[in-house]
């Protein structure tokens, strides 16, 4: 027998019906009209069934559950203003949900189908997001409408692996979600996406992940990597690395460029060029196979670096620069982070980084050992070796 109950807050009056499950936790089952006003909060233990009216809010929305599960389903959408995620076990959508300000993501994952986009959490206008971590994330789908940048805060298995677009216009709709998978082998497409069907003979593709982005217009994205990417085998370059997308016209993997990439080896992230999403099945990271490619490798002399504008060792000059303009230099500190990359390198490093990973970009790195790569496309070789950086001479 189904029982009536009231939700009360400042302004606002609803009826609601809670109805017996099969686990024996009940269920919110909204058959009418509601609406949050102003400073309007509710919140949810159990499960919510929608098959009304629950779009017109203003107030504080909140799941909140330590031991159990809370699902969202129903024939319709529910629109939230503000959202407090705090379900440890996971928040389960069997339908869409959308927020058009804040959503608070406290603890435990928003949970979709990956076999089902029509189910996302939904971002709309200027709507944004707080309090993403590894533990409390989209672990599926996420969307935005309206929106021209977005991050997605999207991961699974207790990793945030998010992924940013930039348009170059208003989406009216972008959805994303995160797959800890082989491409060779993935488990929602219906299909395999073999990493060596590729563009051309020298393109590397990540067996180890992937995206699935949708959208209609076109956009730069970033793509994030950890020290489960295993980046590595893909270029031993940062400056080597690319985006890379399954063309559904062509049927493989394609160069989406490298327009700026920053971090070390364990964490960083890449920028595409432009492209249109719904033209690319899946994307990825992707580099150079360099079993393809013949360069010698050499080890250079340790350099001493003293830019204090004396004349002597202001500047890192290499040698074999002018007989290979067409180079790529990096540069990483003793933990493995890139502070310094350039393209078709002219011996002007004078100490201060170009990295978005170091906090004070653009300032003169602290006095210490650095490590340094050179390729030198022109000559077919490879120079390593270790840069001092000193300040008080």
């Given at each position: 027998?189904?029982?009536?109950?009231?939700?009360?807050?400042?302004?606002?009056?609803?009826?609601?019906?809670?109805?017996?499950?099969?686990?024996?936790?009940?269920?919110?089952?909204?058959?009418?009209?509601?609406?949050?006003?102003?400073?309007?909060?509710?919140?949810?233990?159990?499960?919510?069934?929608?098959?009304?009216?629950?779009?017109?809010?203003?107030?504080?929305?909140?799941?909140?559950?330590?031991?159990?599960?809370?699902?969202?389903?129903?024939?319709?959408?529910?629109?939230?203003?503000?959202?407090?995620?705090?379900?440890?076990?996971?928040?389960?959508?069997?339908?869409?949900?959308?927020?058009?300000?804040?959503?608070?993501?406290?603890?435990?994952n928003?949970?979709?189908?990956?076999?089902?986009?029509?189910?996302?959490?939904?971002?709309?206008?200027?709507?944004?997001?707080?309090?993403?971590?590894?533990?409390?994330?989209?672990?599926?789908?996420?969307?935005?409408?309206?929106?021209?940048?977005?991050?997605?805060?999207?991961?699974?298995?207790?990793?945030?692996?998010?992924?940013?677009?930039?348009?170059?216009?208003?989406?009216?709709?972008?959805?994303?979600?995160?797959?800890?998978?082989?491409?060779?082998?993935?488990?929602?497409f219906?299909?395999?996406?073999?990493?060596?069907?590729?563009?051309?003979?020298?393109?590397k593709?990540?067996?180890?992940?992937?995206?699935?982005?949708?959208?209609?217009?076109?956009?730069?994205v970033?793509?994030?990597?950890?020290?489960?990417?295993?980046?590595?085998?893909?270029?031993?370059?940062?400056?080597?690395?690319?985006?890379?997308?399954?063309?559904?016209?062509?049927?493989?993997?394609?160069?989406?460029?490298?327009?700026?990439?920053d971090?070390?080896?364990n964490?960083?992230?890449?920028?595409?060029?432009?492209?249109?999403?719904?033209?690319?099945?899946?994307?990825?990271?992707?580099?150079?196979?360099?079993?393809?490619?013949?360069?010698?490798?050499?080890?250079?002399?340790n350099?001493?670096?003293?830019?204090?504008?004396?004349?002597?060792?202001?500047y890192?000059?290499?040698?074999?620069?002018?007989?290979?303009?067409?180079?790529?230099?990096?540069?990483?500190?003793?933990?493995?982070?890139?502070?310094?990359?350039?393209?078709?390198?002219?011996?002007?490093?004078n100490?201060?980084?170009?990295?978005?990973?170091?906090?004070?970009?653009?300032?003169?790195?602290?006095?210490?050992?650095?490590?340094?790569?050179?390729?030198?496309?022109?000559?077919r070789?490879?120079?390593?070796?270790?840069?001092?950086l000193?300040?008080?001479?």
């Open positions: 027998m189904n029982t009536r109950i009231y939700i009360l807050g400042i302004g606002f009056l609803s009826t609601l019906f809670c109805s017996q499950k099969n686990n024996a936790q009940e269920a919110v089952h909204n058959f009418g009209t509601i609406q949050l006003h102003n400073t309007a909060a509710v919140g949810f233990h159990i499960d919510l069934i929608n098959n009304g009216s629950f779009d017109q809010n203003l107030g504080l929305v909140g799941f909140y559950g330590e031991e159990e599960s809370i699902k969202i389903s129903g024939a319709f959408t529910p629109i939230f203003y503000d959202t407090e995620i705090a379900v440890d076990n996971g928040l389960f959508l069997d339908t869409a949900i959308g927020a058009i300000n804040n959503v608070n993501l406290i603890s435990g928003i949970i979709t189908p990956r076999d089902y986009t029509s189910v996302f959490s939904n971002f709309l206008d200027e709507a944004f997001y707080v309090g993403e971590n590894a533990i409390s994330l989209v672990d599926g789908y996420a969307a935005i409408t309206n929106k021209e940048s977005f991050t997605f805060p999207i991961g699974t298995n207790q990793r945030l692996r998010p992924l940013t677009i930039d348009s170059y216009g208003v989406n009216a709709q972008a959805k994303c979600a995160y797959f800890d998978e082989d491409p060779n082998s993935p488990s929602t219906g299909k395999i996406f073999e990493t060596q069907k590729k563009g051309t003979e020298y393109l593709v990540s067996s180890e992940e992937f995206w699935h982005l949708e959208g209609e217009m076109p956009s730069k970033t793509l994030t990597w950890d020290e489960w990417s295993n980046v590595g085998t893909l270029g031993e370059y940062l400056n080597n690395l690319k985006v890379v997308g399954w063309s559904k016209e062509q049927g493989k993997w394609i160069n989406l460029g490298n327009s700026h990439v971090g070390g080896m964490y960083g992230k890449i920028t595409s060029e432009a492209f249109v999403p719904n033209d690319y099945e899946i994307i990825t990271i992707g580099g150079n196979d360099d079993e393809l490619e013949e360069f010698s490798t050499m080890d250079l002399g350099y001493f670096l003293t830019p204090n504008g004396d004349g002597q060792n202001d890192l000059v290499l040698d074999g620069i002018k007989e290979s303009p067409s180079n790529q230099i990096q540069i990483f500190n003793r933990y493995g982070v890139l502070v310094y990359s350039k393209s078709n390198y002219e011996n002007d490093f100490g201060v980084s170009n990295s978005k990973f170091v906090i004070d970009k653009g300032s003169s790195l602290t006095s210490g050992i650095y490590f340094y790569m050179i390729k030198l496309n022109d000559v070789q490879k120079h390593q070796g270790y840069l001092y000193i300040y008080n001479q």
